[in-house]
């Protein structure tokens, strides 16, 4: 299939989210072939993890997710995470809508959203537990970076226990680690014995695998978000057993090799990473990271970032670029929440709507 006719299929208002890449971002065809990877789908659990140490508890709990609102039963998540009163201070992240000082309003939007699960804390999971458990899936974030320690520090310190979220009717519990960080040995092992216990207790797990490292940043680039640095922190942590991955997305390539030039040395890599397994295209980016969360069997969702001044077309493109590149939905959260609940709704439904749309397929 051309280009072009590729590019007519889709709907009108897709085309006009992705404007003049449509066409680029519609009809690329992956490098890594998609054979290669675990695919999402409706029997996505049943394929996939029902081989695995899972227990049914926990297998029930996935599908409970994956079965759950607009997106149930396609092997796609839409989810809404709202932790930002911890990671980026309450102030700054709900003067722009201070109805969400109210936690309540948090888990309203997700279900009016039509999400797969609400994802955010201890402290608003438990002031509602029994008005919402049986309502939507809860996946409560056991840990945050608290942001008020002077100065501040790139650290995850755990909020709670995976025996409180268990009581609380979680069905999933989410953590992040700050890969090369100052701190990330203890955060690793920290988040390897909750998920441990997690799934112990019956219940999913999800790792925000970020990069937090000054070096990162070199000659004008920021690698926080390489495709090669996120890839391995996804590795990392579906090792740790991390069903479900949250990532960036990632904009540039290359960071083990530039943090190795000159007499520096910094982990190891093979140059057929940039050749042969991805390009520069954006989707041949996000499938690096997708290959790397054990060829999809843990579903890769990737951030929808912060809220701007095109938040809808941003969205659609990431839900866009993370579909075709085999990945399993989108976590978003800011460009949901900081605008009025009704266009949050809106916004929620553009994303899932590209998951719906059987003319967006995997590259």
């Not at 109210?102 to 039509?114: H, M, Y």
């Not at 804390?121 to 509602?128: E, K, Y």
């Not at 093979?270 to 390009?279: H, N, P």
């Not at 989108?330 to 059987?358: C, H, W």
């Amino acid at each position: 299939m051309s280009a072009s006719t590729t590019a007519i299929r889709v709907s009108n208002a897709l085309s006009q989210y992705l404007g003049a890449e449509a066409e680029s971002l519609l009809a690329f065809k992956a490098k890594v072939d998609r054979s290669l990877l675990q695919l999402p789908g409706p029997d996505f659990v049943e394929r996939v993890w029902s081989h695995s140490d899972r227990n049914p508890q926990v297998l029930r709990n996935l599908q409970a997710m994956y079965g759950h609102g607009r997106l149930a039963n396609t092997g796609y998540m839409s989810i809404l995470p709202v932790d930002q009163g911890i990671e980026h201070s309450a102030g700054a992240s709900f003067a722009k809508n201070p109805i969400y000082f109210d936690g309540e309003n948090i888990v309203k939007l997700a279900i009016e959203g039509g999400c797969n699960a609400c994802a955010t804390t201890f402290g608003v999971f438990g002031s509602l537990s029994r008005k919402y458990a049986h309502r939507i899936p809860f996946l409560v974030k056991i840990n945050h970076n608290e942001l008020l320690t002077y100065p501040n520090k790139a650290d995850q310190i755990m909020f709670g226990t995976v025996e409180e979220a268990w009581n609380l009717g979680a069905a999933a519990v989410g953590a992040t680690i700050y890969f090369g960080s100052e701190e990330s040995s203890r955060q690793i092992v920290d988040v390897a014995r909750a998920f441990a216990r997690a799934h112990e207790l019956g219940m999913a797990t999800v790792l925000w695998c970020y990069l937090r490292n000054s070096a990162f940043k070199k000659d004008g680039k920021d690698f926080h978000v390489a495709a090669d640095l996120t890839g391995q922190a996804n590795h990392l942590g579906v090792t740790i057993q991390a069903d479900i991955i949250k990532q960036k997305l990632p904009e540039i390539n290359g960071g083990f090799e530039a943090l190795n030039m000159g007499s520096s040395s910094y982990g190891k890599f093979d140059k057929r990473i940039y050749t042969e397994l991805c390009s520069d295209h954006p989707i041949d980016l996000c499938r690096y990271q997708v290959l790397n969360c054990y060829a999809g069997r843990s579903g890769m969702i990737n951030s929808g970032g912060a809220s701007g001044a095109n938040d809808f077309a941003d969205a659609v493109r990431t839900a866009v670029i993370n579909k075709r590149a085999g990945g399993s939905g989108l976590i978003t959260g800011r460009k949901a929440f900081q605008r009025p609940m009704s266009e949050g709704i809106k916004l929620l439904n553009a994303i899932q709507d590209v998951y719906l749309d059987s003319s967006v397929t995997v590259a």
